[in-house]
């Protein structure tokens, strides 16, 4: 019969209430604790202070409110804590706003206003230059600068001279009776072609005989119409802003020529 063995070193498994496999619990335990300390953490950092956020907020907004307009010529709303606080200075900066507002919408208006009379000068000049035929002698454009009323050569002067023709007068007339109602500045440019003055002319140069025949026109206008010298100014240039090529009599042509600028620009 065998016998036990009784070796010391050998024990029955389970013995002792211990098993190896039970030892991953610890380590679980040990990431749950650590996951609800952050989700605790996350949720105290996350929690606002109410009374502290109306606080900034209300700050904020009388900062905001309190401050002088920079594009009113105002300090901003880095003005000094005693303009905010001082009653006094505020009434006044309200009033230099109102009245800077009430300005700029003047001179709106203004512009506006400008503009309209303009768009009617350009539509007048142009129903009469149709129903008289004078397309080749007075062309009218909408330029940026303002309504460009260019006179041809052959309608106001005789070659070389810078005295209005008798047959200019009833063009001259019309535009006359447009500029008295106009409240902006008229300017008035000579221009010729690049063929040098003959030696029969009393002029020295083109420059000369463009300056001329533009003060010939504005002449008109002040001395004979009577309207407002304010209202005028005149150059001649010569040959140096041509219109046409040069190299062709047509273009030559279109290059003499008195242009007659009604600007958009309001008087100061």
């Known amino acids: ?6 070796r010391p070193g050998r024990r029955k498994r389970g013995e002792n209430g211990e098993n190896g496999s039970d030892r991953w619990l610890v380590t679980y335990a040990d990431l749950i604790t650590l996951l609800l300390i952050f989700f605790v953490m996350m949720f105290a950092m996350s929690h606002l202070d109410n009374r502290k956020y109306e606080e900034v907020t209300q700050s904020l907004q009388t900062t905001f409110k309190s401050g002088n307009n920079i594009l009113d010529q105002g300090s901003g709303i880095v003005a000094d804590k005693n303009t905010r606080n001082n009653p006094d200075t505020a009434v006044k900066s309200q009033q230099q706003q109102k009245k800077g507002a ?3 919408s003047g001179r709106e208006l203004a512009f506006r206003k400008q503009e309209q009379e303009l768009q009617n000068l350009m539509k007048v000049i142009s129903t009469y230059v149709k129903d008289n035929k004078l397309e080749d002698q007075v ?10 009323i260019t006179l041809s050569d052959k309608l106001l002067f005789d070659v070389g001279k810078a ?6 007068m009833p063009v001259m007339d019309k535009l006359a009776s447009l500029f008295k109602e106009l409240h902006t500045i ?25 300056g001329a025949r533009a003060l010939s026109v504005l002449r ?10 304010e209202e005028f100014q005149y150059a001649g240039y010569s040959d140096t802003r041509p219109a046409a090529n040069n190299s062709t009599e047509a273009g030559r042509q279109k290059n003499r020529r ?10 100061e």
């Open 1 to 6: 019969m065998r016998q036990r063995s009784n």
């Open 102 to 104: 009430d300005q700029l």
């Open 220 to 229: 008109f206008f002040i001395d004979q119409k009577h309207l407002s010298p």
């Open 258 to 267: 008195v242009e007659i600028i009604v600007l958009r620009q309001l008087k």
């Open 186 to 210: 008229i300017s008035i440019e000579g221009h010729t072609d690049s063929l040098p003055i003959v030696y029969a002319s009393k002029y020295k140069d083109n420059w000369e005989l463009s």
């Open 163 to 168: 005295d209005l023709k008798p047959g200019s």
């Open 139 to 148: 062309f009218v454009a909408d330029q940026p600068q303002g309504i460009s």
